[in-house]
């Protein structure tokens, strides 16, 4: 066994507590697993005085001193979230030599560059699996399993609270407000929910992941958001009728020019319906999933719980083994891979399936002009469905699905439908994905 | 970037021409994400000879001199398959100083130690992503991500042929024969199933996997192993008839003693009964997943094809990545970690639950003498179903569920049962889990 590790835990709320009952209670299995023991020896928190009852440590470990810690460690675990102090304390950490292990995924989308070039100059280890989908490997096998083949397209359902109130709104058959608040009191959405209503929290995951699949940097503010606050009980009910749910997605997709070469990536969080025979409509609750569509291995998916305490902490507890075991054993994991360096395109040139439901006139000769609107912006249809509401003689609902155009054209379609004398109003728009 | 790198491919079947041109066709995104061209200098193959119009490689590179081959290559991948010649290959690569990546279950499940202290004493890497579960990434998960936590369970489906068969036997209500030939006709099953159908492919699986995720040695000759050639229609129907289905599964379980400490772990291969509502039921046709559940991770499943040249591939040339940078960068990656050297239990000590169908008399008395038969052996029952067969007066179906016990008493149960003068026939027995 070599000599003990010396390992720093900057923040110890609901993840970082977790890990430090972790790497104390399990500090045999875990100095076995790497081949010397972890040791802590420090936890920067805001108000070290605080009783912290369960966090079995010595009381003397705390400190508010996060960047005179972060300079004797070894490994340095950043739980703290946001981009600063964590930014310049990561940074502060490298440079003095230690690698790190962080859950940030604000930062890493924001400035994971800066970070990645940090840990190439000073040699150190820049791990960060718990930043996406919480327990579930999908870091790893981006960065590593998935590395030898070429990664087409992935649909993430990556954030928790979101798919918490899609799936509640889907069985329920309730609207979004009233979800949102019973989420709130079941501790699944926060008391202010707006970055994971507004799509904020999966953009910098997508962002992350669509960095790794396509060896291109992809920043936060590159990727298209929509949250899911405009998705109505009619939106879902819509989506049943089609056998679909609605799930935000974030969407990662390589595209390609006519020769077959890659030419650019999409990157975008949305709400979107998926048939219900896909493997992501089955899930369920709070839980995460990445389904990876690749050229040789096919299409896998990556299931499990994507945030708590004890699920993070295991995704950071592997990354601590990961990097503890470099430092014994000489060499260090993967580096920053954006060789490709691929432009991020618009969502205007993003290609993506409409589902539309329109209020029109029920007479001869409307489909015809619907059907027009389409045709003017280039956008195929696949199927037309025609139904006469009940309450009105001469009124007709028009559910249309379309072929895959690019999102402007479909977003010029829905408005020159708008203008037409015989559509009484569109109803709902939404893209269709994993068809 | 760096001197290229020497890399000898041993065997040229599926997998191996997959590789083959992986390593042709994406040989400067390889390079890109490596830091060095990957050379290939060799296939060896029984009949360099013969035309092989799929494999884009020069002719010249085929030889059937595989021993000369493995001494000047700086990574070896072996898809040869089988124990011999495949093992004295690996380990004199490993002597002349080459990493290995390997999809050799069998070897790996029968001498994986001799393996992994070749790759220790050479100090090179040993790394097979596609021994299980083809492209899934699932051993790197297991060995890295996952090694910071405690895993009590491993479930996996890890062969299609069967899953293909028990699939469509649940879809069809066809027995077992006549949908193995229409597996066999499809190209899912060999001509001869036997190691698939009997539970050998997944047995030396579900050695691999539970050595990774309990930390201790375990071979294939280990493992409880029972194939799927007595599931019956009627099986699948009584599965049916209690919202389960049929899946061949691999388990790997860690027993514990009265005060929480691992006692052992329980390896198993065997027909079960899963709910529909478990995540594995949803696995169809050839497809694999591996449901793991872990103690701060909670329930992680990973899904996709578990077999096929391009899929295998991709695990290969992942795995090639890894070893390749490890060898410009220095450090080598996970080495065997089989410190908790638990025992293997006999299968009558691992805790299971049955489902069993009794065709019994339909008189009084009937319930009281079969409980019994469970109770005298410390069986408890979870639920009882009774129904009069339709076809006589005074027979009955009991249906009965048990609760965990260890298996050797169900099975006396099942063997009490079947002397007891009200039963007329144990119609069938199954194993129940994932409850």
Redesign the interface.
């Known amino acids: 066994m070599s000599a003990p590790l010396k390992v720093a835990l900057l923040g110890c709320g609901v993840v970082g507590s ?1 890990v430090a009952r ?1 790497l104390v209670d ?1 500090g045999d ?2 100095a ?2 790497v081949g010397a023991r972890l040791e802590l020896i420090g936890i920067a928190v805001r108000r070290p005085d605080r009783p912290r009852p369960d966090v079995p440590v010595d009381p003397g470990l705390f400190t508010s001193d996060a960047d005179t810690l972060v300079r004797s460690a070894d490994v340095v675990i950043e739980v703290i979230g946001g981009i600063d102090p964590a930014r310049e304390l990561i940074l502060t950490a490298m440079k003095h030599g230690a690698s790190v292990v962080t859950a940030n995924k604000a930062l890493l989308a924001e400035d994971g560059p800066t970070l990645y070039a940090a840990a190439a100059e000073h040699g150190v280890d820049l791990y960060y ?1 718990a930043a996406v989908a919480g ?3 999908i870091v ?2 981006m960065r ?7 990664v087409h397209r992935v649909l993430g359902i990556v954030n928790g609270t979101t798919n918490f109130v899609l799936d509640k709104m889907d069985t329920t058959g309730a609207g979004f407000a009233e979800t949102v608040e019973q989420a709130q009191a079941l501790g699944y959405a926060e008391a202010d929910p707006t970055a994971d209503v507004e799509g904020f929290d999966a953009a910098a995951k997508a962002a992350i992941l669509a960095s790794l699949a396509f ?1 291109t940097r992809v920043a936060s503010d590159q990727v298209h958001r929509e949250g899911i606050t405009e998705v109505s009980a009619a939106d879902v009910r819509a989506a049943r009728e089609m056998d679909s749910v609605v799930k935000l997605l974030a969407i990662c997709e390589l595209l390609r020019d006519e020769s077959g070469t890659p030419s650019g990536v999409s990157v975008r969080v949305h709400p979107a319906m998926i048939p219900r025979s896909h ?1 992501l409509a ?1 899930v369920r609750d709070a839980y995460n999933a990445v389904f990876v569509e ?12 994507g945030a ?1 305490g ?2 993070t ?10 990097v503890a ?2 430092r014994l ?4 994991g ?1 580096v920053e ?1 954006a ?2 360096d691929l432009p991020v395109v618009s969502m205007g040139d993003a290609a993506t399936r409409y589902h539309i439901s329109l209020a029109v006139a029920d007479r001869p000769g409307v489909l015809a002009q619907v059907a027009g609107a389409f045709a003017d912006n280039g956008v195929s249809i696949e199927t037309v469905r025609q139904r006469v509401l009940e309450d009105g003689a001469s009124r007709a609902e028009l559910v249309v699905v379309t072929h895959r155009a690019p999102d402007a054209a479909l977003r010029a379609t829905v408005d020159a439908l708008t203008g037409l004398e015989t559509v009484d109003e569109v109803v709902s728009w939404m893209r269709v994905e994993g068809a």
Do not use: K
């Open positions: 977790s972790a399990n299995d875990l076995a697993r699996e327990a579930i490997p790893r096998p590593e399993s998935l590395v030898g083949d070429d060896h493997p089955s690749a050229a040789a291995a096919g299409e896998l998916m990556f299931y499990g719980p708590g004890d699920p902490s295991s995704a950071v507890l592997g990354d601590v083994v990961a075991r470099h054993a000489g060499g260090h993967p891979s060789y490709a």
